[in-house]
């Protein structure tokens, strides 16, 4: 999605001018310059059927929603009989289908309760890229915000003070915790706005479209560019400017503030002027648009809203720990507050201890009962609130996880106030099992963890919650095997093929991104430089007749440069190796122009060799070259790159294994597989100047 203006209103036309408002004067998108609105394609009907796979169909039953990527389906599966939400690229263009797919590569890699887990992604049978996720029903933040002020608004007509949105602060507190869980991992969201929220009926926040997230430690997909919805974005989006976690920071702050005055802290009649206001910083507080909010509340936003970057918090995380504190009376890190708002807070803070010095004039004895009272109260709440929830689990259809979760927590709840009643351990044991089950059926091996591990220790049936954890090990040993399989049949397509098929690039992308996926991309390409290395071993040893002095020195070559892979040599054999290998490689080049071939140089002589007998190795260190720069973290696969692009005779192959390895940070030993080349070669000084220019 491009920038977007907060009001509603219809898209602009292509002929339309991108930062003026359409005829109604309530634009919604603008696109970057010379860019076009893009061309919607055809809607899914209801009822339609999408094919996945060759017995894996999908029933649409309604739309859900669009936005400047995807339409969003909710669909049947009618493989494993749950609902779920299936995302369908708009536009094909490739643009889109490359920002798509970053976008459910980046959302897989997010593991987070408030983010909504994906469950596949690559193309259905019709050639359409799709991701397939987890569905949550319930209302936007935008929403709750809209129903919260008009109840703000009737009070005040009537002279009375709306209490404070403590809900809403809640909701923004779970908002940045997913955020601060998002930086941690490097990505940044860049559309933070109330659309993108989605709460649930059972408590559940969380934080949708992940379009135009980027990941911080792959710069090759962090483009400067104008995007985002106007009004949330941070100043230096609307300039273009490089962004980070703090960008998202700023739009916390423009949440916090629309939570307490229904206003945006940066507003205009046209986009082009809240752009303009925007990049000048000319930003409002939340005390500046209504007086009397808070001041603790005021000083928050006023910190995350600040113009220059390096002057907000540093993090989600931080923003989050400041509302926290505020929500639970407790002093903020960016307000410094009087003595006597100090000792009301504490008051308000302490309301047991005000009760019990006035019971304490009475009675010390009433104290104890009205405790007693409610502690009853309590636990007969928390009670009725788990049946209440069983039965709505079994009469409403809907997020069966969410109720599940929703559940346990009350379980749990009943549990804490009354530790000693056998039937709150019961329900809270088979609400975690309920919980866990459904966990393990959608493959979320961590969570299912977590909710047996809930079960366990209770004294109910610990020899079947430790079955159970046994089921999650093997589930997941099944799914890795799956991938591996996977891997396997993609790395053969590319090895019997001349050019790799894109389809088996794509999978080795989607399952290499797991831990156990990537480890078998990295041996790949280990085995692959290992056949590169033998290729020059056996040319030299074949190619050199000479005494057995020589014969034998071959032999030291060989244990050389198989020891330069798998630990540091001694100095007297890395000298050896030196001296063998010049003189070995100089006969190779004269007795194969003795023979009438036409070679330039050694390496011209190598790479023919490599291309004669590793073939395969190869194509697959080529690929796998182009399947780890669409992965994100890479750094288990620097050692596997360098020897690859070490051994690897052909410039053209061993300068992008350089490039690669400098965009991963690898320093000065990025150089290493254009070393051979020669300090005056092209490619060595083209490497070495990209590499200054980096460390720039």
């Not at 001018?17 to 009907?45: F, I, K, M, N, Y």
């Not at 053969?492 to 989607?510: G, K, T």
């Not at 965009?663 to 200054?692: C, H, M, N």
Request: proline fraction near 6%; hydrophobic fraction near 45%.
């Amino acid at each position: 999605m491009e920038p977007e203006q907060a009001s509603s209103g219809a898209r602009p036309t292509a002929e339309a001018d991108p930062l003026q408002p359409p005829a109604d004067g309530r634009p919604t998108e603008t696109w970057g310059p010379g860019q076009q609105p893009p061309v919607v394609a055809a809607p899914l009907a209801e009822g339609a059927l999408v094919r996945l796979g060759e017995s894996w169909e999908l029933t649409v039953l309604r739309e859900l929603g669009r936005g400047g990527m995807g339409t969003v389906y909710l669909v049947r599966d009618r493989r494993l009989g749950r609902e779920a939400a299936l995302k369908v690229v708009r536009d094909p263009t490739p643009d889109r289908v490359e920002r798509f797919r970053r976008e459910a590569e980046i959302t897989a890699r997010l593991s987070h309760p408030a983010i909504p887990p994906v469950y596949d992604a690559a193309q259905t049978r019709a050639g359409l890229d799709y991701m397939l996720m987890r569905y949550v029903s319930g209302r936007s933040l935008g929403e709750r915000f809209e129903r919260y002020h008009e109840r703000r608004q009737r009070r005040a007509r009537r002279g009375r003070v709306m209490p404070l949105p403590r809900d809403l602060l809640e909701v923004l507190v779970k908002v940045s915790e997913a955020l601060a869980y998002a930086h941690s991992r490097g990505v940044v969201h860049r559309d933070l706005k109330p659309q993108n929220v989605l709460l649930g009926p059972f408590g559940e926040t969380v934080l949708l479209d992940w379009g135009l997230a980027i990941d911080l430690e792959h710069p090759a997909q962090s483009p400067r560019e104008v995007v985002g919805t106007v009004g949330y974005m941070a100043p230096e989006q609307a300039r273009g400017e490089a962004v980070d976690a703090r960008s998202d920071v700023f739009g916390l702050g423009v949440l916090l503030t629309e939570a307490l005055t229904a206003r945006l802290p940066v507003e205009g009649e046209e986009m082009a002027e809240v752009l303009e206001r925007l990049r000048a910083g000319a930003v409002r507080t939340p005390a500046q648009i209504l007086p009397g909010v808070a001041p603790e509340l005021d000083a928050i936003a006023a910190r995350a809203l600040a113009p220059d970057p390096s002057a907000r918090y540093p993090d989600a995380g931080a923003f989050a720990e400041d509302l926290r504190a505020f929500l639970a009376g407790e002093p903020v890190s960016v307000y410094r507050e009087s003595s006597l708002r100090r000792a009301r807070r504490w008051l308000a803070q302490h309301p047991t201890f005000v009760v019990a010095f006035v019971l304490g004039l009475i009675g010390a004895g009433l104290i104890v009962q009205a405790r007693s009272w409610e502690r009853e109260a309590l636990v007969r709440e928390a009670q009725r609130e788990v049946g209440r929830l069983r039965q709505r689990g079994q009469l409403e259809a809907g997020d069966a996880l969410g109720q599940a979760w929703a559940l346990l927590n009350a379980a749990t709840r009943w549990h804490t106030l009354a530790p000693e009643d056998p039937d709150a351990g019961r329900a809270r044991h088979n609400s975690a099992l309920t919980l866990g089950d459904l966990a393990l059926e959608g493959g979320q091996w961590t969570l299912a963890r977590r909710a047996y591990g809930e079960a366990m220790g209770l004294g109910i049936d610990d020899a079947l919650v430790r079955s159970k954890l046994e089921q999650v090990a093997a589930s997941q040993k099944a799914e890795e095997e799956y991938r591996s399989e996977r891997i396997r049949f993609a790395l053969e397509q590319i090895d019997e093929s001349p050019e790799p098929p894109r389809a088996a690039l794509d999978e080795l992308v989607f399952h290499g991104a797991a831990p156990s996926g990537k480890r078998q991309l990295i041996r790949a390409l280990e085995v692959a430089a290992q056949d590169l290395a033998w290729a020059e071993v056996r040319l030299l040893m074949g190619e050199v007749s000479l005494d057995s002095g020589w014969q034998r020195s071959l032999v030291v070559l060989n244990d050389a440069l198989v020891e330069l892979r798998d630990r540091q040599p001694s100095e007297p054999l890395l000298a050896r190796h030196r001296e063998v290998l010049i003189r070995a490689r100089s006969h190779a080049l004269q007795a194969a122009r003795s023979r009438g071939l036409a070679v330039a140089d050694y390496w011209e002589l190598l790479a023919r060799r490599q291309r004669e007998v590793c073939p395969d190795s190869l194509r697959r260190g080529t690929a796998l070259l182009a399947v780890f720069r669409r992965l994100v973290r890479l750094e288990a696969a620097r050692g596997a790159l360098f020897d690859f692009g070490t051994f690897a005779a052909d410039p053209r192959l061993a300068r992008s294994v350089a490039e690669l390895l400098v965009d991963l940070g690898a320093g000065r030993s990025a150089l290493g597989p254009v070393q051979k080349y020669g300090e005056t070669s092209e490619v060595f000084r083209e490497i070495l100047a990209r590499l200054e220019a980096r460390q720039r």
